[in-house]
């Protein structure tokens, strides 16, 4: 099956190559888009984009290669087995594994018409394939949680060093304005705890939302038959 969009941005002839190439037993095989004819500001966001979810993502996912595409029957399968209902199609390809390979074409302008895809929309995609395939903006706020969480406790300590010894800074010493470090000790307390909390439940979460998911934990790509016991005779 070849995915195309239907603007002709995409050559129709690079199908070509993609079936010589799966002729020689590649089973996907993605285009690499070269050369693109948008603008600046598209050019930019999509080089961003793919470098920032290949780091991101679980997956080995292939640098500018978009949803054009050809995929094997049992590639397809698979995807189509698969529960979630948010779909990112050119993740999911790359998640599926099986043997891949791409091809290199330079990109056509829009013959006509405009793009349906505006900025929302596009961010909308870049967020949906980033968080479809990563659950690091989760662990990141743990540690920036632990670390906030850290310097709050090391600056409690100091205010109350401060406090006991009364030791004036730029001037001012902590007994000048009653009742300021037990509400800063309060403050940095309390906003240290609720940040490790929420660092904790974001690990969580991730985690659940893995198993909501209903990804295989592997994708069988062959079967080898058992050997019919009859013939060993």
Not at 63 to 90: H, M, T, Y
Not at 204 to 229: F, S
């Amino acid at each position: 099956m070849a995915v195309i969009d239907a603007d002709l941005q995409d050559p129709p002839e690079v199908v070509l190559e993609m079936i010589q190439k799966w002729s020689d037993g590649a089973d996907v095989v993605y285009g690499i888009r070269m050369k693109r004819k948008e603008s600046l500001l598209k050019r930019t966001g999509y080089n961003v984009f793919y470098r920032v979810f290949q780091q991101l993502a679980s997956i080995d996912a292939p640098v500018d290669a978009g949803d054009f595409s050809l995929i094997d029957r049992k590639v397809l399968n698979v995807i189509n087995q698969l529960p979630e209902s948010n779909r990112f199609f050119r993740g999911l390809r790359a998640w599926s594994g099986f043997r891949q390979a791409g091809v290199v074409y330079e990109r056509d302008p829009r013959a006509a018409g405009y793009s349906k895809y505006s900025l929302k929309k596009l961010i909308k995609l870049a967020s949906d394939g980033i968080f479809s395939f990563s659950t690091i903006p989760l662990t990141v706020v743990f540690y920036i949680g632990t670390f906030m969480s850290s310097l709050s406790f090391v600056v409690l300590l100091l205010v109350l060093i401060l406090r006991v010894s009364d030791i004036p800074i730029f001037g001012m010493r902590a007994s000048d304005v009653q009742g300021f470090s037990s509400t800063i000790l309060t403050i940095l307390l309390i906003g240290g705890i609720q940040l490790v909390s929420i660092g904790v439940l974001g690990e969580y979460i991730g985690r659940i939302y893995h198993e909501t998911k209903g990804r295989p934990t592997y994708v069988v790509r062959d079967k080898i038959p058992r050997p019919d016991p009859g013939l060993r005779a």
